[in-house]
């Protein structure tokens, strides 16, 4: 069956420090990937998204790119902020729209 | 954006009590809503997906006389956890997918459940 392994955590980074969330993935199809972040308290909101393979999601200054070859979809965002601080989900979906989730991983961001 | 809630946010039961949450789409119809569990330090699992009209369709392993589910309306879909036990306890988060957003998923935030 599809799963997602995303890497341990958490992760503590200063501010304007490099991110990058590892992500890999394995599925029967060609499936669509995510990346959700959830701000304390809130609900899980979709970061970005890339459908197909080679295509780059974006938002935020956070970019992933789908790579089919090595089955990952890895975060990064060249300089966080405090404001970043957060659980991240990586996620993809085959096409009945069912999300499967890796583990997520806990961002903290020190000013 | 497309907003969902969901009510309570968070519940203490005794065991052996029935506790409903509900999920609701607040500026849009949801044909369709997932509904998932979540245990500490672990990822989501998809326990059912909600259907309005007819049956819930729920995932391998998965209780359904356990796990109620009843899509009442096009906002609204409840889940009842009947008989609740302390395994059951846990965070409880739905979704539902918005047609014409490239069906992206918008969660609710989520019910803590506490079964004592």
């Known amino acids: 069956g599809d799963s997602v392994t995303q890497m341990e955590g958490p992760v503590t980074l200063s501010e304007e420090a490099f991110l990058t969330i590892n992500c890999t993935y394995t599925?029967?199809?060609?499936?669509?990937l995510f990346w959700y972040v959830q701000y304390p308290g809130e609900g899980l909101q979709l970061l970005l998204k890339a459908t197909k393979a080679d295509d780059k999601g974006s938002n935020k200054g956070f970019e992933a790119t789908y790579r089919k070859e090595t089955t990952s979809f890895h975060l990064e965002k060249g300089s966080v902020q405090v404001s970043d601080s957060a659980v991240y989900f990586c996620?993809?979906?085959?096409?009945?729209?069912?999300?499967?989730f890796g583990k997520g991983i806990t961002l903290s961001v020190r000013p | 954006g497309a907003v969902v809630s969901q009510h309570p946010s968070r519940v203490i039961c005794k065991s052996g009590t029935s506790v409903k949450i509900e999920c609701r789409s607040l500026d849009f119809q949801a044909t369709t809503m997932f509904w998932y569990r979540q245990f500490p330090k672990q990822s989501l699992m998809l326990m059912a997906t909600s259907n309005e009209g007819s049956k819930a369709t729920y995932e391998q392993g998965v209780e359904k006389d356990k796990f109620l589910i009843n899509h009442a309306s096009l906002t609204l879909s409840t889940l009842t956890v009947t008989s609740a036990h302390p395994e059951d306890s846990s965070f409880y988060i739905c979704?539902?997918?918005?047609?014409?957003?490239?069906?992206?998923?918008?969660f609710g935030p989520g019910t803590r459940l506490t079964v004592l």
């Open positions: 599925a029967t199809g060609y499936p669509s």
């Open positions: 979704s539902a997918p918005r047609q014409g957003v490239g069906n992206e998923q918008f």
């Open positions: 996620a993809l979906s085959e096409a009945n729209s069912k999300l499967t």
